[in-house]
Nanobody
Framework: QVQLVESGGGLVQAGGSLRLSCAAS????????MGWFRQAPGKEREFVAT????????YYTDSVKGRFTISRDNAKNTLYLQMNSLKPEDTAVYYC??????????????????WGQGTQVTVSS
């Protein structure tokens, strides 16, 4: 199995930046596609971004394109999400995920995927 632990969340003003990290352990990190999802209060979990095992390709939901960048450092078993120009609507609990299928993960993941416990991101106006 894969264990995932997110960090880097916090409170930031609109227009600010934040970088989330997801540390992975337990299995070969480089063989997994990875992604970020978020869930705002009263909302369903939403796809944010995904990345292939080699760092290519990457996918983003339209609302974060040009503002967020997903990346990974396989040598450090770590996934990142650089978030710039943050907006109040970005407020959510952010979760990282790992999957053997980039396509399935991008579509929302499945029960066979691995998920972290989440980190809170709050953007004030």
């Amino acid at each position: 199995q894969v264990q995932l632990v997110e960090s880097g969340g916090g409170l930031v003003q609109a227009g600010g930046s934040l970088r989330l990290s997801c540390a992975a352990s337990g299995r070969t990190f480089s063989s997994y596609a990875m992604g970020w999802f978020r869930q705002a209060p009263g909302k369903e979990r939403e796809f944010v971004a995904t990345i292939g095992w080699s760092g290519v390709p990457t996918y983003y939901t339209d609302s974060v394109k040009g503002r967020f960048t997903i990346s990974r450092d396989n040598a450090k078993n770590t996934l990142y999400l650089q978030m710039n120009s943050l907006k109040p609507e970005d407020t959510a609990v952010y979760y990282c995920a790992a999957s053997l299928s980039l396509r399935d993960l991008t579509k929302g993941g499945s029960s066979s995927d691995y998920w972290g416990q989440g980190t809170q991101v709050t953007v004030s106006s």
